[in-house]
């Protein structure tokens, strides 16, 4: 008898997943409340992945595919982060992608930001993409901002070095493209001519390391051109700030839309660009993975 709902079901399942979502530390313990419990919460388990923070959990849905139809992997898994610190393969990378055909955000750093990789993303509707695009696409190979990867693309983290204006000619091309981010030092002439050549960009965000603040802070003051959408900040630690927006915590991106949006109604001067980042226990200093 205990193991009947003392509220409504609809009321019950919001709660517990309202919960596993804001405290997923808790999800091991709702699973064993009842099995209605567990068919309700499992599926957020596996809702962000992280190689790099949670390669057991990982793992285990690699497992759990001799127990589970794959329409539940399709459902479950929403934000994948594949490399870094990370001693997964390739191949148990591409394992994992083509499992997960769900997913809305990639991480994928390093040897795991790899060509094979190309056409299974290109069958998801990916909404939001980090990775070095002369990695994934190849040494030899020019980035093609036509291929179907880019259809549902609106968010793209570029983590590679932005040398001159050929690191990024594809960019305006990109046809869902939004928000932009670049790392690290990138030329003014590069900034200018994509804001210039994309006018659907909302955010052009350029993230330094917070070791690098003096000459960010510097190179934010020689700033050449006014143009409201473009953000400068810095990072400490950028797995838990990814894992943060993957939880629907804020991120830079989430700041990143608020500071324009109080530039655009005056409460923030038009040329100011430099994103103040809250001071907070997620923030230990780290550099962006390569």
């Known amino acids: 008898m205990h193991n009947e709902p003392a509220f ?8 517990f997943e309202t ?10 313990t709702l699973l064993r409340v009842a099995r209605r419990i567990l068919l309700w919460i499992e599926p957020l388990l596996y809702r962000v992945i992280c190689t790099s923070t949670d390669g057991d959990i990982a793992r285990a849905l690699l497992k759990a595919t001799k127990s589970k139809p794959p329409k539940f992997f399709h459902d479950a898994v929403r934000h994948i982060f594949l ?34 990789m190309l056409p299974i993303l290109a069958n998801m ?29 609106t968010h793209l983290d570029l983590l590679q070095d932005i040398i001159d204006g050929a690191s990024t000619c594809a960019i305006p ?13 990138v030329s003014w002439d590069v900034v200018g001519s994509l804001l210039e050549e ?15 603040a003096p000459l960010a802070h510097a190179h934010a003051g020689e700033m050449p051109f006014r ?39 005056g409460a923030i001067a038009a040329d100011c660009y430099w994103l103040e980042q809250p001071d907070d226990a997620s923030n230990v200093s780290q550099s962006i993975p390569s």
Request: net charge negative; with cysteine.
């Open 125 to 153: 509707r990916l909404e939001r993409l980090s990775v070095s695009l002369q990695e994934l696409f190849g040494p030899t190979t020019s980035i093609d901002p036509t291929h179907p990867l880019f259809k549902s693309i």
């Open 227 to 265: 143009d409201l959408r473009f953000v400068m900040g810095l990072y400490k630690n950028w797995i838990n700030a990814w894992v943060a927006g993957a939880k629907g915590l804020p991120d830079f991106w989430s700041r990143a839309d608020d500071f324009v949006a109080c530039k655009r109604r």
């Open 198 to 212: 994309c006018p659907r960009l909302e955010i052009l965000v350029n993230l330094w390391d917070y070791e690098g």
């Open 83 to 116: 490399g870094y610190t990370s001693d997964w393969s390739v191949e148990e990378a591409v394992e994992l992608l083509e499992l997960c055909t769900g997913i809305v955000d990639c991480v994928a750093l390093g040897a795991l930001a790899n060509p094979v």
């Open 8 to 15: 409504p079901v609809e009321l019950e399942r919001e709660i």
């Open 19 to 28: 919960t596993a979502l804001m405290h997923s530390s808790t999800i091991p």
């Open 173 to 185: 091309a990109l046809p869902a493209l939004t928000h932009l981010c670049l790392a690290d030092e």
